[in-house]
């Protein structure tokens, strides 16, 4: 795919976008790029007579974009990547360009996919994160959509099967109307019921999608009649209608398997043996856990300030989710529900779900595991503890690395060496610096940046009007252009970003 050398009309453009994209896209262009090449693009995409700006700032009518990438989707245009910079350009293989223009088409596209099924179906079912799993698996969705036929969504018990079927529904440019499930799962024990419930589904879904859920779970007997009604309805008269219906199905086993081994109806798996989606479990996308968990919260909360403390979050990332999907978002659910403070702890996850912690009973912790997770709080919180002026947190450390952070706490605004914190606090620079590393995971020099970071985000949550240039000084930065991509590199924002979040 060839760059554009100039930007691309209204017209071509196939999709529609939210505030939403914005910080998706925002979140997933700031772990590829860096700062500079990520304030030199901006993307588009357009409804049928406009166009929207989706990422990045607006250019003026004189700083138009060197050339223009297009984002495509089934063949299609739904947006625009615009280069401003040559020396950006030269610094980004074509190959780069074609992985995130794809990678932003993907996440154009679950979006509209996620409002669509939210008005529809009254439902979110998203699909969420940045791995190269997950994007695999848009790259499926997109062909499968646009194939006519049936598709089967296989995963393990608890995988987001649904939401793929949704998402192969609502990406079929050929099918915008109704999205139907039936869960066989339910008639187990009523063949007869089962396919006259078929027939009724089918009858409401022409020209639509179909999706029987849980296929793996229907009896023997129930699928060779459906075998054979599905054959009945392939032929030139077409019964039911169903030739018009997009037929999805769902399992957790592999029906091939199955078929092999005698538990599935062969004439039913040939009628369905096309188009097959493989759904990863999560323990497959660890990278994708705290953009899954951070959703869920916000789905979930029971109030606006609710949240989970980052040592909880960090269990909740590190755990193995054998029930995927499901189970993460119903021990979400259980954790912000029946929490009994703000935010939820790791007291909470080690009395409602401590199997999460390794803990076989919400007994209490054993002295080891109690350290443990007080020295993974400590590494977890230590910049918020300065940043509050809590030193009393760090008692329990060795007493030289107690007072360097205290002397960081306190004079974090003026031009400090690890020499002169080290002389502060009676200990030789290697051995403070050897203590940093040993208790806190992190050099004197990050966790002060870190600190003089969240100093400048109170100082404009406090002043949303406060100059960029004198809170670069106020917080112990010389240079500016140092200090906007340190702040980015740690918030995923600009410090102008930032401050339009408190502007009224």
């Not at 989707?73 to 947006?79: I, K, S």
């Not at 360009?97 to 088409?105: D, F, G, P």
């Not at 021990?331 to 909470?348: A, E, M, R, Y």
């Not at 690890?418 to 040993?438: G, I, R």
């Amino acid at each position: 795919m060839d760059i554009r050398s100039q930007s691309l009309s209204a017209s071509t453009f196939q999709s529609s976008a939210t505030p939403e994209l914005t910080v998706e896209l925002t979140k997933y262009l700031h772990q590829q790029l860096t700062p500079i090449a990520s304030d030199s693009l901006t993307i588009e995409v357009a409804g049928d007579n406009h166009k929207q700006l989706v990422y990045g700032h607006s250019p003026s009518a004189i700083n138009q974009p060197i050339c223009s990438f297009p984002i495509m989707y089934q063949r299609r245009q739904v947006g625009a990547l615009n280069l401003f910079r040559r020396q950006v350009i030269k610094s980004l293989s074509q190959e780069h360009l074609h992985q995130i223009s794809k990678a932003v088409a993907f996440l154009i596209q679950r979006n509209s996919t996620h409002h669509r099924c939210d008005k529809q179906l009254g439902r979110t079912l998203p699909l969420i994160g940045f791995s190269d799993a997950i994007f695999q698996l848009d790259s499926q969705i997109e062909r499968a959509a646009s194939a006519r036929y049936p598709v089967i969504v296989q995963g393990e018990s608890g995988c987001e099967k649904l939401n793929v079927a949704c998402a192969v529904h609502f990406n079929d440019p050929s099918r915008q109307g109704a999205f139907i499930e039936l869960d066989c799962q339910l008639f187990q024990n009523d063949v007869a019921s089962f396919l006259s419930r078929f027939q009724d589904s089918v009858r409401r879904a022409r020209a639509d999608s179909l999706l029987l859920s849980h296929i793996d779970q229907l009896p023997y007997s129930a699928q060779l009649q459906l075998a054979d009604m599905m054959t009945d309805c392939s032929d030139d008269h077409d019964a039911c209608g169903l030739r018009d219906v997009r037929v999805m199905v769902s399992t957790s086993q592999s029906l091939s398997q199955l078929t092999r081994d005698g538990r599935f109806s062969v004439a039913l798996f040939t009628r369905l043996d096309f188009l097959t989606l493989v759904v990863p479990p999560l323990r497959d996308r660890p990278n994708d856990l705290a953009e899954i968990i951070e959703r869920m919260i916000e789905q979930h909360k029971l109030f606006d300030d609710q949240y989970v403390e980052p040592l909880a979050k960090h269990f909740l990332c590190k755990y193995q989710w054998p029930g995927n999907y499901s189970e993460l978002e119903k021990t979400l659910v259980q954790l912000l529900t029946f929490s009994k403070q703000n935010p939820v702890s790791i007291d909470d996850l080690n009395a409602l779900t401590p199997h999460i912690l390794g803990a076989p009973t919400p007994a209490e912790p054993s002295p080891l595991q109690s350290n443990q997770h007080r020295k993974l709080e400590l590494q977890l919180q230590c910049v918020q503890l300065l940043h509050r002026e809590d030193y009393e947190a760090f008692a329990h450390l060795h007493p030289g690395l107690a007072k360097a952070l205290k002397y960081i706490g306190e004079q974090w605004q003026q031009d400090l060496s690890l020499t002169n914190v080290a002389s502060n606090a009676f200990v030789s620079p290697s051995h403070l610096s050897y203590l940093f590393k040993k208790n806190l995971e992190r050099s004197f020099k990050q966790i002060l940046t870190e600190l003089r970071i969240e100093k400048a985000k109170s100082k404009i949550e406090a002043n949303p009007h406060i100059r960029i240039t004198d809170l670069c000084l106020d917080v112990g930065f010389g240079d500016l252009s140092h200090f906007e991509k340190v702040f980015r590199r740690y918030t995923n924002e600009t410090p102008r970003e930032y401050k339009k979040r408190f502007h009224l």
